[in-house]
């Protein structure tokens, strides 16, 4: 459940309170592709934007156990306060308000910058390696998401060989002004 890949229907079924199905979805891939030695946890590294971001950085959160690295760029990660930003407000039908009851009843539940595990210390070597990357000049979901879900992260001295963070200024929500920069 996810996109539009699928038609409307599938898609609707992973709007709102449901959005945990995207999650469950991806999760039950990757046991899959494990359990049948198609690859390990050692290779596998995953990656996603913008709402795929989203997607990464609750699989950061609630399994790092599967991944041995993950990309996320340009991505929603605070769900609090994602309606107060840049293009945040229109999304509310997607993901619900924060504002309301919906904050309580799931939003909480993937917004996956309050799931950052507080004893997450250096020597975590459970989690995968992140590199994070956001551009300046998003106009969709503003760089607050990566710089935060970083900052607390180095906050808890996760260690630089297992954190990468790249915020280019220029681009916009794609993250890269030209290919030179999308090649980086």
């Keep these: 459940s996810g996109g539009g890949e699928f038609g409307a229907q599938w898609h609707q ?18 046991e899959d592709i494990i359990k049948r030695n198609i690859t390990t946890k050692e290779q596998l590294a995953i990656r996603g934007g913008s709402n795929g971001g989203l997607l990464m950085g609750n699989m950061y959160v609630s399994r790092p156990d599967l991944f041995k690295a993950i990309v ?19 999304w509310m039908a997607e993901y619900g308000n924060p504002d309301t009851e919906d904050w309580n009843n799931f939003l909480y539940k993937y917004s996956a910058y309050h799931h950052i595990d507080p004893n ?3 020597s975590s070597n459970d989690y995968p390696a992140l590199f994070m ?21 180095e906050d808890l001295n996760v260690p630089n060989n297992k954190l990468y963070y790249y915020e280019n200024i220029e681009g916009g929500h794609g993250g890269a002004a030209d290919n ?3 090649a980086f």
Excluded: W
């Design 133 to 153: 990357s956001t551009s300046t000049r998003d106009d969709r979901v503003h760089p607050y998401h990566a710089r935060s879900f970083v900052k607390r992260l």
């Design 120 to 122: 997450l210390t250096a």
């Design 72 to 90: 996320c760029q340009v991505p929603l990660l605070d769900m609090k306060c994602y309606n107060e930003l840049l293009a945040g407000a229109s």
């Design 13 to 30: 079924a992973a709007l709102k309170e449901n959005r945990n199905k995207a999650y469950e979805d991806f999760i039950a891939v990757a």
């Design 180 to 182: 030179k920069q999308q």
